[in-house]
């Protein structure tokens, strides 16, 4: 079922819309998943929409039946192509990895779960076919997520904000749409330690937001736990902004100046009234907070230089295992 209503000369002068599925572990939505991106692709077609929609799945090192249903997906299609990596690298480098080999006048990334409806696809293809070149897709409601990820996903996004220079954009995840343009900028993002959400905004081009309501996963559980998570901010930190950095120097800065204040007012008072015995908790506070500061200072270099030396060794993103291309 190709699901074009279209006959083969017409297919030809058709735009193509290629879906880009990152999956991971995800054989209990699969079957949901295809069957309404069929009948998506049928209405497409019905409808005389000026593009066809093609679907490319990159498996994330899956060990559940997720390959199989893929392959079995994908016999005899042209419009469904796939490729499985060698391990489980990630969302952000399996997507990378679909973006590498789309070909397509554009791209949707869509959650394998269901969450970002498939069925919103026509209506950012609108806006692209109206000029735009990244149309992403804004919730307005997050079903199925903890209160405390919803807190801190708000708070991340507002430092990131403030630190970087950028317009990062607010209750965004990777669903949206991205002109020809926007694929081939991002193909040329090597980077290892990716946050594809602060990329898009970093490459720039016409963008318009969507708003939608974000459903709760169809089936299975999230892929994401807090370490994750947590890394995947360091990285969108670290990747934009050596604001840290710059933040440490001026701490570094201000005990300084308040140390040579300080050490005048001690000299003096020496000379002055002698010397003075007590001032043992005093000393010791000092020399924690500042061992603390200094800690942390060393830590935050550590983060960039960690990612200096991955990033150094040039090591290829991901491999492939198999592909249908
Ligand atoms: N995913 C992936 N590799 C991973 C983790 C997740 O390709 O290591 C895919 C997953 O199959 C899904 C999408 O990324 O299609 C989003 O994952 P999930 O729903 O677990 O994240 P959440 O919606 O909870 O942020
Ligand atoms: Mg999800």
Same mark, same amino acid.
């Given at each position: ?32 998943? =295809? ?85 919103? &696809? ?27 990820? $919803? ?6 996004? +507002? ?15 990777? =669903? ?20 594809? $959400? ?11 937001? =969507? ?27 670290? +990747? ?44 010791? &506070? ?32 991901? =491999? ?6």
């Amino acid at each position: 079922m190709g699901g074009c209503a279209v006959d083969g000369a017409d297919i030809d002068r058709l735009k193509t819309i290629e879906v880009l599925v990152p999956c991971y572990n995800e054989e209990s939505v699969l079957p949901l998943l =295809f069957e309404r991106l069929d009948s998506l692709a049928v209405a497409v077609g019905e409808q005389g929409k000026p593009y066809r929609l093609a679907f490319l799945f990159v498996d994330d090192g899956s060990k559940d039946g997720t390959r199989d249903l893929i392959r079995g997906y994908a016999v005899g299609r042209d419009d469904v192509k796939y490729v499985f990596l060698s391990r489980n690298f990630g969302k952000e480098t399996a997507m990378l990895a679909g973006i590498d080999i789309v070909d397509a006048d554009a791209l949707v990334i869509i959650d394998a779960d269901l969450q970002d409806p498939p069925e919103l &696809i026509p209506e950012m293809a609108d806006l692209w076919l109206s000029g735009y070149e990244d149309v992403y897709a804004r919730r307005r409601s997050r079903k199925g997520e903890s209160w405390l990820k $919803k807190v801190t996903s708000h708070l991340y996004y +507002s430092l990131l904000q403030k630190v970087t220079n950028i317009d990062i954009q607010r209750d965004t995840g990777d =669903f949206r749409l991205l002109d020809r343009k926007c694929v081939e900028a991002l193909k040329r993002l090597r980077e290892t330690d990716r946050n594809s $959400k602060a990329l898009f905004s970093w490459i720039g081009f016409k963008k318009i937001e =969507f708003i939608y309501d974000r459903d709760a996963r169809a089936a299975g559980k999230t892929k994401w736990n807090y370490i994750q998570l947590v890394k995947l901010a360091l990285d969108g930190i670290t +990747s934009f902004t050596v604001a840290p950095l710059r933040v440490m120097t001026l701490i570094g800065g201000v005990i300084s100046l308040c140390a040579v204040v300080y050490a005048l007012v001690v000299f003096v008072r020496t000379l002055v009234w002698g010397i003075d015995v007590p001032g043992y908790a005093s000393l010791l &506070i000092i020399v924690l907070v500042l061992g603390g500061i200094q800690l942390i200072g060393l830590g935050i270099i550590g983060e960039y230089l960690g990612r200096v030396f991955v990033q150094t060794k040039n090591r290829p993103n991901y =491999f492939v295992e198999e592909e249908k291309l």
